[in-house]
C-alpha cells in the first residue's frame, strides 16, 4: 500500500498532478480543494495517498492531511459513493464541512458538491450518522499536513477499556461520550470554552445522550442566532 507520496511537483492537470520521487512519477489524483492549495510546478509537495485496486486499473488518490483520507475511505464505505463522489464531497466541503453535515443532518451540504444528487446525499447522512463521531474525536490527532519526514500511521484500534465494576459503567460511558464530543467540536474549529458549555448543556438536557446525539446537539447550541 502506498501511504503517502513527497516529491517535487512537476505538472497539475484537471483533478491530478505528477509528483516526482526520486526519478519516478506518480499521478495522484485529487480535489479541487487540494489542487489549489497545493505549491506551484517545480516545488516540493507531500500528500496522504489512498490506493484504489480495481481489475483493470491502480488509482493514487491524494490528501494534505490523514483526516481527510480517514474521510475519503468512510465516505466510500456509503452504497453509491465512489471515489469520484468522494472527492467531489471533499473538494466542496473539506472535512470539517462534512463533518458538519454529518453532525447537522445537513444533506443539501453534501448535495452541493458536483455529479452528488439529492438521494445519495441522504444516504451519506444516514449511513454515517452513527460511524462519523469516533472519526470527528479523532480529527486534531490525524489533521496534521503531510510533510517529508512524516511517518504513515493508520489509525489505530482502540485498546480496550479495562474492566470496571458495573455501578460505574455509566458514568464511565457518559464521560467518554462527554469527552469525545467536545474533541470533536473543538475539531471543528470551536473554542474551547464554547464547545464545553454546549456540551455540557447538552448533556444536562439528555443525560443518557451519546457522543453523536451530544455533537448534534452541541452544534446547534452553537449555530449563530
Known amino acids: 500500500m ?6 517535487r511537483l512537476d505538472w497539475k492537470g484537471l483533478g491530478e498532478v505528477l509528483i516526482d520521487c526520486r526519478g519516478v512519477g506518480y499521478i ?19 500528500l496522504y495517498t489512498d490506493l484504489l485496486v480495481r481489475e483493470d486499473l491502480l488509482q493514487l488518490f491524494g490528501f494534505p492531511t490523514m483526516i481527510e483520507k480517514e474521510w475519503h475511505k ?3 464505505t456509503v452504497q453509491g459513493v465512489g ?9 466542496t466541503l473539506g472535512a470539517e464541512g462534512v463533518a458538519r453535515a454529518i453532525s447537522l443532518g445537513d444533506a443539501r451540504a453534501v448535495q452541493s458538491a ?22 470527528m474525536a479523532a480529527g486534531a490527532r490525524l489533521s496534521a499536513k503531510a510533510g517529508a519526514d512524516d511517518m504513515v500511521i493508520e489509525p489505530a ?22 469527552a469525545d464530543a467536545l474533541s470533536a ?3 471543528l474549529g470551536y473554542s474551547q470554552g464554547d464547545a464545553a458549555q454546549a456540551v455540557a448543556t447538552a448533556a444536562g438536557e439528555a443525560p443518557e445522550a451519546d457522543t453523536a446525539a451530544l455533537i448534534r446537539a452541541g452544534l446547534k447550541l452553537l449555530q449563530p442566532r
Open 114 to 135: 458536483p455529479g452528488v444528487g439529492p438521494k445519495l446525499a441522504q444516504r451519506v447522512i444516514l449511513e454515517l450518522k452513527a460511524k462519523a463521531p469516533g472519526l
Open 83 to 91: 471515489a469520484k463522489a468522494s472527492m467531489a464531497i471533499l473538494g
Open 74 to 76: 468512510l465516505l466510500m
Open 2 to 7: 502506498i501511504g503517502k507520496i513527497a516529491g
Open 28 to 46: 495522484v489524483h485529487v480535489s479541487d480543494r487540494t489542487l489549489a492549495a497545493l505549491p506551484p510546478e517545480g516545488e516540493f509537495c507531500a
Open 157 to 178: 484500534a482502540s485498546a480496550p477499556a479495562p474492566k470496571r465494576a458495573a455501578k460505574d459503567d455509566g458514568a464511565v460511558r457518559r464521560a467518554t461520550f462527554t
Open 185 to 187: 467540536l473543538v475539531n
